[in-house]
């Protein structure tokens, strides 16, 4: 099945995590299933290899289905533990460790989560609905878990993680192979869900959205925080996306992680991962910010102190800011020795009609040179969003200009949102450009 490669949807630009661009350190790249059609590989060349024994033993407390055998018992490579279990296409597992807990079922031919539970409360959320969705080019409606049976499931422990991998096929796209991963590590509070999108030899595949998570949870759930590249926190649990420009929202009862790849899949090709993590009463937001961010955070972070001009004046000349930065010399570095790391100049700079030109370059150029003389130790940041949304440049005048244009959903901010298209081939270029200028030639610090 061949796609037109021209994308037909509007993209939408997200922002991160509670404000992050945080990306996984393991998770996000193609291949990171450990498993292939009949064994799996440990990551280092290693292969588990099955071997039939006794129908008895079964993983005591995580399952009393007797779908479940128990293959290549006690294997080992070096120091590596490995276990895998063979599971026949009916079936059922609960992934769960002491913190958290996810029962999966696919008794009936389709995979879907029945509970939630959360064991630092007790809570536990009986859960149903289409388990993720597949937006694909030519097929009018998108996708779910329901229009894919199970053709083949593995359940293995690996070291310190267990991974149920289901493999799905579909009659309604019959050249496209999907596996459906759950992850959960042994000392974890939270795990992970993700597709890998396999097509057929000589194929290829128009991928307009994918939410990797769609369930809905009982009407007296409660979500206190949800959003675009936001963590969504319902009671004591936090779910989203590990991406920046993820739609993580719940409404009405119903929660989804959703991007919008815009991908032409004609090899193996993984979704961005989700996260279901579970926390103590009424620790959501900081078990969610101070444990959970800084296990995919790829550096720590490093706090620079920073003026904004928001609330000062605006333009893109030394002297519209000269006062500013000589008060900033007596009252903080002089008197007290703290020094600014960056002056930032907040909207007003940049020439609407362009992308992110300084009104004035000579200006501009002289200005950050102000800055460094009379701040030692400063240098020039700016605002510059990377979709130049809101007031950061004229879209119209971009579309004018064969700059691509998408479009925000309405529920952020209530009403359709108007942003460059970071897909787009002559935007993605210009805007390469002006920050090649801005960082080599001004030196700028911050963004």
């Known amino acids: 099945m061949k796609t037109n490669s021209r994308r037909k949807f509007l993209r939408n630009a997200g922002l991160g995590f509670s404000g992050f661009t945080i990306m996984p350190l393991v998770h996000g ?42 293959n290549g018992d006690d294997l080992s490579v ?21 913190n958290i807990a996810r029962s999966i079922d696919w008794k009936n031919g389709f995979v879907k989560t029945i509970s939630i539970k959360n064991k630092f409360t007790g809570e536990t959320y009986q859960v149903e609905g289409e388990e993720f969705t597949l937006s694909v080019e030519g097929i009018s409606k998108p996708l779910t878990t329901k229009d894919f049976a199970v053709k083949k499931a593995v359940v293995a422990t690996l070291d310190n993680k267990t991974q149920i991998v289901l493999n799905l096929h579909s009659n309604k796209i ?27 030899l000589h194929t290829e595949f128009g991928i307009a959205a994918i939410a990797v998570e769609s ?37 009405d009862g119903k929660y989804t992680s959703t991007h919008w790849p815009a991908w032409n899949v004609d090899k193996a090709t993984n979704s961005k991962i989700a996260v279901w993590g579970a926390t103590p009463e009424n620790e959501v937001a900081n078990w969610f910010l101070e444990k959970y961010v800084p296990t995919i955070r790829g550096s720590a972070p490093k706090p620079i102190l920073v003026n904004n001009t ?13 006062s500013t930065l000589k008060g900033y010399h007596k009252d903080l570095l002089t008197k007290y020795g703290i020094e600014l790391e960056s002056f930032v100049i907040d909207d007003g700079w940049q020439n609407l009609q362009s992308i992110y030109e300084p009104k004035s370059i000579k200006g501009f150029e002289e200005l950050q040179k102000g800055i460094v003389d009379i701040l030692p130790g400063c240098q020039m940041g700016l605002w510059l969003p990377i979709s130049c949304a809101g007031p950061a440049g004229d879209r119209v005048w971009g579309l004018k200009n064969g700059y691509e244009v998408t479009i925000m959903p309405k529920n952020y901010g ?27 030639d001004l030196k700028v610090n911050y963004f």
């Open 310 to 322: 928001w609330l000062d004046a605006t333009g893109s000349n030394l002297s519209d800011y000269v």
């Open 29 to 70: 790249a193609k291949g990171a299933g450990i498993f292939n059609d009949d064994n799996f590989s440990s990551g280092d060349g290693t292969q588990a290899i099955q071997e039939d024994i006794d129908f008895s033993k079964f993983i005591e407390g995580k399952s009393s289905n007797l779908y479940f055998r128990n």
């Open 78 to 98: 070096g120091q590596r533990n490995q276990q895998i279990i063979d599971v026949f296409e009916e079936g059922s597992y609960l992934l769960l460790n002491e």
């Open 174 to 200: 019959p050249d496209l192979n999907v596996k459906l991963i759950y992850e959960l590590k042994d000392a974890d509070f939270f795990g992970r869900k993700w597709l890998v999108l396999e097509p057929n």
């Open 414 to 440: 209530g009403a359709d949102y108007y942003t460059y298209c970071l897909l787009g081939k002559n935007y993605t270029h210009a805007f390469k450009s002006r920050v090649d200028y801005i960082m080599k």
């Open 215 to 251: 369930i809905a949870f009982p009407s007296n759930a409660k979500c206190s925080h949800q959003g675009n590249g936001q963590p969504v926190y319902i009671d004591n649990l936090f779910m989203g996306l590990e991406w920046p420009t993820a739609d993580n929202s719940f409404k």
